[in-house]
C-alpha cells in the first residue's frame, strides 16, 4: 500500500489545491492532506477551520485523510510511515525553493521521495495569498476556490465589516 502526505498551509484551500489531490489520489493508495499548523506564521484562517473546509470539500475522494501537524514535514511523513511527500509547482518561481526543500527532506529521511506535480494550466497563477487579497477587497473568487472556501471567506469578511 502506497502512502503519501500532501503538506501545505491551505490558508485556504484553492481550485489549484484540488487540482494537484485529485491527480495525486490516483497514484496513491491512501493520501493524508496535512495542514501546518506553524503558531509562527500568521494565517488567515485557524487551523482547525482549514482541516474543516478541507474535509468538506474533499468528501468525494475516499482515499483522502485531512490532518494538521506542527513541527518538521519529514518527521509527520515517517509517523505515517509515508512513501512520498507531494508537493505542487507552479511556475518557475516556485522551483528554487521547492528544489532547496527536497533536498534537505532527502537528507533527513532518505527514503521518503518528493513527487512533484505540476499546476493545471489554469491554476499556474493562483495562490492562497492572491485569494485572500482579493476577498480581502471584495472580488469574485468564486472561480478559484471550492464552495465551501467562498462562503467561508465571505463569512468572515461580513463579520469583520
Ligand atoms: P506552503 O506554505 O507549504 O507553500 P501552500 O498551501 O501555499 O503551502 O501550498 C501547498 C502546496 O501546494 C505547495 O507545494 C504549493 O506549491 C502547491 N500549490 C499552491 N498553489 C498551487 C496551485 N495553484 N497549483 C498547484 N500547486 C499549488
Known sequence: MTVAIYPGSFDPMTLGHVDVITRAARLFDEIIMAVVTNPSKASLIPPEDRVQLIRECLGHLPNVRVESFDGLTVQFA????????????????????????????????????????????????????????????????????????????????????
Open 78 to 161: 515517517r509517523q505515517k510511515r509515508a512513501d512520498a511527500i507531494i508537493r505542487g509547482l507552479r511556475a518557475v518561481s516556485d522551483f528554487e525553493n521547492e528544489f532547496m526543500m527536497s533536498q534537505m527532506n532527502k537528507l533527513l529521511e532518505p527514503e521518503i521521495e518528493t513527487v512533484f506535480i505540476m499546476a493545471g494550466q489554469e491554476y499556474q497563477f493562483l495562490s492562497s495569498s492572491l485569494v485572500k487579497e482579493v476577498s480581502g477587497y471584495g472580488g469574485d473568487i468564486s472561480k478559484v476556490v471550492p464552495p465551501a472556501v467562498e462562503k467561508y471567506l465571505n463569512r468572515i469578511k461580513s463579520h469583520k465589516a
